[in-house]
């Protein structure tokens, strides 16, 4: 069997199980990959390439999904960073036996946790 056809099959099969599973099949398909999008509780999603899918109705709300995206992202990755340096912040400061050095970790340590407080509030 040919690998586009073995796919297409793989497609039907898990399409049907999503459809099992109470999901409901939309009419309307992925833009990229030109399968049907499925709906289950409330999630529309591309049972293919697993992306999530939004329906808009004009040009300036695709630009601001696009933008609340990737900014979601970038705060995801700053608060990665952030709990990495948490982390290894707080170990020094529990190693820490000079005074000196610790009123700067412990300074550093507030300056974290101010920052993670803040990318958390941000919406
Ligand atoms: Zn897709």
């Known amino acids: 069997m040919s690998k586009k056809k073995n796919d297409k099959l793989s497609d039907i099969?898990?399409?049907s199980t999503l459809l099992l599973s109470g999901a409901?099949?939309?009419a309307d398909s992925c833009p990229?990959?030109?399968v049907p999008l499925f709906k289950k509780n409330e999630n529309?999603?591309?049972p293919k390439c697993g992306r999530k899918a939004v329906f808009v109705s004009s040009d300036d709300e695709v630009r601001e999904i696009e933008h609340a995206y990737s900014f979601s992202e970038t705060r995801e990755i700053i608060q990665d960073?952030?709990?990495g340096k948490l982390?290894?912040?707080a170990q020094k400061l529990a190693d820490c036996e000079d005074f000196e050095?610790?009123?700067i970790i412990l300074e550093i340590l507030d300056l974290l946790l101010n920052l993670t407080t803040k990318i958390i509030r941000i919406k």
């Open 13 to 15: 099969k898990q399409m």
């Open 24 to 26: 409901t099949m939309l």
């Open 32 to 34: 990229d990959c030109k």
């Open 44 to 46: 529309t999603f591309c």
């Open 81 to 83: 960073i952030l709990t």
């Open 87 to 89: 982390t290894y912040i």
């Open 101 to 103: 050095e610790m009123k």
